[in-house]
Antibody, heavy 118, light 110 residues
């Protein structure tokens, strides 16, 4: 079974750093793009960008460029989403997805809830 | 404000047909495939329709997708209580050089 399993919920203070993870299994992790999608509370879906685990080539949506960093370790089939300084507005659920084609995302990870509050 | 426009809500009684529209432009829907996602309450989205009108294995036949010009539609024929969820369309946007989502449509089964 193809699946993506994400790390657990996080509660952080503004200004803190954070890395969340997404581990793939059941397919060739290194050869398919992993995307990240944000869902703010009560809101819709926003594509943040994607990374190719094979060579760590990362592309960012303009809205997220400079705000987050994608990385991947193909040896352990894991992708990461990192913040260096969180803000309250980063509070959201973050999903990793296998990006099959331009807008075909399958499967989705279960989501990681990030709460940033003082 | 989403690049793709969906109605915020839709509703119907069990057995009825419900249609959700997704309006875009020549930069996205007209020139790229459309995919639809279903998000049940408290869960991650899952793909419902891929490549405009293809149902992945396991998706009930009552769900169907279509596309014409700069618009796409998702139809649920024979609405079921378990179809109560949020539905999102998505397509690549050539101008933005990335995928874009509709704002989502909340389907309520009356």
């Amino acid at each position: 079974e193809v699946q993506l399993v994400q790390s657990g919920a996080e509660v952080k203070k503004p200004g803190e750093s954070l890395t969340i993870s997404c581990k793939g299994s059941g397919y060739s992790f290194a050869t398919q793009w992993i995307g990240w999608v944000r869902q703010m509370p009560g809101q819709g879906l926003e594509w943040m960008g994607f990374i190719y685990p094979g060579d760590s080539d990362a592309r960012y949506s303009p809205s997220f460029q400079g705000q987050v960093t994608f990385s991947a370790d193909k040896s352990i089939s894991t992708a990461y989403l990192q913040w260096s300084s969180l803000q309250a507005s980063d509070t959201a659920i973050y999903y990793c997805v296998r990006q099959m084609t331009t807008s075909w995302f399958d499967p989705w990870g279960q989501g990681t809830l990030v709460t940033v509050s003082s | 404000q989403s690049v793709l426009t969906q109605p915020p809500s839709a509703s119907g009684t069990p057995g009825q047909r419900v249609t959700i529209s997704c309006s875009g432009s020549s930069a996205n829907i007209q020139s790229n495939i459309v995919n639809w996602y279903q998000q049940l309450p408290g869960t991650a989205p899952k793909v419902l329709i891929q490549s405009n009108n293809q149902r992945p294995s396991g998706v009930p036949e009552r769900f169907s997708g279509s596309k014409s010009g700069t618009s796409a539609s998702l139809a649920i024929s024979g609405l079921q209580p378990e179809d109560e969820a949020d539905y999102y369309c998505a397509a690549w946007d050539d101008s933005l050089n990335g995928p874009v989502f509709g704002g989502g449509t909340k389907v309520t089964v009356l």
